[in-house]
C-alpha cells in the first residue's frame, strides 16, 4: 500500500472515533486527501482490479467507512438532550449540512470513476438528506 493510501486509511479510521472533534478535523483531512490525484488512481486501480485488492483500500471501502462515519454522527446527534434549544437545533443542522457536504463530495468522486457501485451511494444520499 503506498504512502498515499496509507494516509486516507489512517484519516478513514479516524473518521470512526469516539471524539467528535477528532472526527471533525479527520472529516475535513478526507476531503484534503480526495482531491489528490495520486489517491484517486490509487483507489481506481484497486477497485478495477477484482480479487486481487481483498486487502489493498478501494472505493467500496473508503464508502464503507463514509457510512460508519454518518452512523456515527447520526447517533451522536441522536443520543444528545431530548430539550432542544434554537441554538442546539441550528448546530445540529449545521453539522448534518457538513456531514451531507462530504458525503456529497465523495459521491461526486467516486461517481466519476467507472469501477464503483453507484446504487450505494444514492442510498446513503437519500439517507443523508432524510
Known amino acids: 500500500m ?25 472529516a475535513e483531512r478526507f476531503r484534503r486527501l480526495l ?19 481483498s486487502k489493498q483500500l478501494t472505493w467500496d471501502a473508503v464508502f464503507r467507512f463514509l457510512q460508519r462515519y454518518v452512523q456515527k454522527e447520526t447517533e451522536s446527534r441522536q443520543s444528545s438532550k431530548s430539550s432542544i434549544t434554537a441554538t442546539m437545533l441550528a448546530t445540529r443542522q449545521k453539522k448534518m449540512a457538513e456531514i451531507c457536504s462530504l458525503i456529497k463530495y465523495f459521491i461526486r468522486c467516486a461517481n466519476k470513476r467507472k469501477c464503483v457501485s453507484r446504487l450505494q451511494f444514492i442510498i446513503i444520499l437519500d439517507e443523508c438528506l432524510m
Do not use: F
Open 2 to 26: 503506498s504512502l498515499a493510501l496509507h494516509d486516507l486509511l489512517a484519516c478513514c479510521r479516524g473518521l470512526e472515533n469516539d471524539k467528535a472533534t477528532e472526527r471533525k478535523k479527520e
Open 35 to 53: 482531491r489528490s490525484p495520486e489517491i484517486v488512481q490509487e483507489l481506481d486501480r484497486n477497485s478495477s482490479a477484482k480479487g486481487k485488492a
